[in-house]
């Protein structure tokens, strides 16, 4: 059982920064941040293994977000500048429990299995 608990959301002039956490409890291989605004899907963000390795990341964030984790903290990352209004969504931290032996992790919502409760961030244009 894997137990997830995001912090950091806010609100945010554009152009700003904030940075989410997620700590976690309990066994997994790798870890995504997922976004949804309102009236749209979930989106895929920003994964990474709690191994190191490859990171991923949406192309609407590349160059701009970065997640990192601190193994001794359970915690990782999601390191969000120059934040635009079409960021403004509740984040979500979710785990994947089951090992994997791709050079990167899932993009793929479904692959994840437990998730956090999810952390507003508003973009203020």
């Known amino acids: 059982q894997v137990q997830l608990v995001e912090s950091g959301g806010g609100l945010v002039q554009a152009g700003g920064s904030l940075r989410l956490a997620c700590a976690a409890s309990g066994r997994s291989f790798s870890m995504g941040w997922f976004r949804q605004a309102p009236g749209k899907e979930r989106e895929f963000v920003a994964a990474?293994?709690?191994?190191?390795?490859?990171?991923v990341y949406a192309d609407s964030v590349k160059g701009r977000f970065t997640i990192s984790r601190d193994n001794a903290k359970n915690t990782v990352y999601l390191q969000m500048n120059s934040l635009k209004p079409e960021d403004t969504a509740v984040y979500y931290c979710?785990?994947?429990?089951?090992?994997?032996?791709?050079?990167?992790?899932?993009?793929?919502?479904?692959?994840?299995?437990?998730w956090g409760q999810g952390t507003q961030v508003t973009v203020d244009s």
């Open positions: 990474m293994y709690w191994s190191g390795g490859n990171r």
């Open positions: 979710a785990a994947d429990s089951k090992p994997s032996w791709e050079a990167a992790p899932s993009t793929d919502a479904n692959r994840y299995d437990y």
